[in-house]
């Protein structure tokens, strides 16, 4: 009988160790604060930031320039000079257009720097290579992005199972 409750144990622990190993542990990553700490203080970011700032600062210059010929427009209005609250009703139309297409070319201009920054190759290649490494270390099977829904950053390949599904498919 006791031979029998030991191998009972023994066979219990067995199954436990077997089911252990069946268990698949996910991780998840911020990817935008891992971005954001890796770049904070990196030169393409600082240039990023620089040019980001810049165009604000010309921005803010045409604003003003409007709003002072609109204050100059209303003040020849209301002392009856229509001819020249006229021009200068041109001279803010134009100048609108010229904001308005500055601001759209800075924006897409902007914007392509982002991209590239966000998209850099070095930091990928080490974001990955790290991610492999903390998975194995603290096993876990597959790592998911928080930014991406169901976007997998890493995976063992033990949770990959498509030579198995190939295979039982006769193929």
């Known amino acids: ?37 890796y770049f904070r203080n990196s030169a393409p ?53 010229a904001l308005t297409e500055y ?5 897409i201009e902007l914007e392509s720097m982002k991209r590239n920054l966000q998209n850099s190759d070095s930091f990928y290649k080490k974001l990955y290579s790290v991610l492999e490494r903390v998975s194995e270390n603290e096993g876990y099977s597959m790592i998911l992005s928080l930014q991406q829904n169901n976007a997998i950053l890493w995976y063992s390949s033990s949770v990959d199972v498509t030579d198995k599904v190939i295979s039982e498919l006769g193929l």
């Open 1 to 37: 009988m006791k031979k029998l409750l030991i191998l009972v144990t023994l066979s219990l622990f067995s199954l436990c160790g077997a089911f252990s190993q069946q268990i698949t542990r996910f991780g998840v990553v911020d990817t935008a604060k891992v971005y954001q700490a």
């Open 103 to 107: 601001t759209n070319a800075k924006n």
């Open 45 to 97: 970011v600082r240039n990023y930031e620089n040019k980001k700032a810049e165009f604000q600062r010309e921005i803010n210059k045409r604003t003003e320039e409007i709003q002072k010929l609109k204050q100059e427009k209303a003040d020849f209005a209301s002392s009856g000079n229509e001819s020249s609250a006229l021009r200068i009703d041109s001279e803010i139309i134009k100048k609108t257009d």
